[in-house]
């Protein structure tokens, strides 16, 4: 947590996510990886073991959102993925929830989103087990 790896660092951090089969927990919040990095650990992530993974403020936007979403949908390996303060609108969680869909392992967290991303707007589905707003701001 807090170590401002950098989008760098995520890329450099990227391989040996990939490689490992046995890392069951990732936690890089607040390391301002953003869109890029977001983009590296997602593909990672896609290609390892049975992952949690928490990425909570990072600055990723909808394009490192829409990165994740194909992580998820190409891989059944993601369990858990926590999101939550990062600058992800309604086009990024919507990606989000869809790739999710029919998951019923997997649990999104979308916590203190900006208003960009209300909670009415990203309404549950019955096809993902959990999907959680908390604090979403106006």
Do not use: M, W
């Amino acid at each position: 947590d807090y170590n401002d790896i950098g989008a760098e660092g995520a890329k450099a951090l990227a391989p040996a996510v990939a490689a490992s089969g046995s890392l069951a927990h990732l936690e890089l919040r607040g390391n301002h990886i953003g869109d890029a990095g977001a983009k590296a650990i997602a593909a990672a992530g896609a290609s390892s073991g049975s992952l949690a993974l928490g990425l909570q403020e990072n600055s990723i936007g909808d394009e490192g959102a829409k990165a994740i979403a194909f992580g998820i949908s190409a891989s059944g390996s993601l369990t858990r993925l926590h999101l939550g303060i990062n600058d992800i609108g309604v086009a990024g969680a919507q990606l989000l929830k869809h790739a999710a869909r029919g998951r019923q392992d997997f649990r999104l967290v979308l916590a203190g989103l900006p208003g960009k991303a209300p909670r009415k707007q990203l309404s549950t589905s019955a096809d993902i087990r959990r999907l959680e707003y908390t604090a979403c701001l106006s």
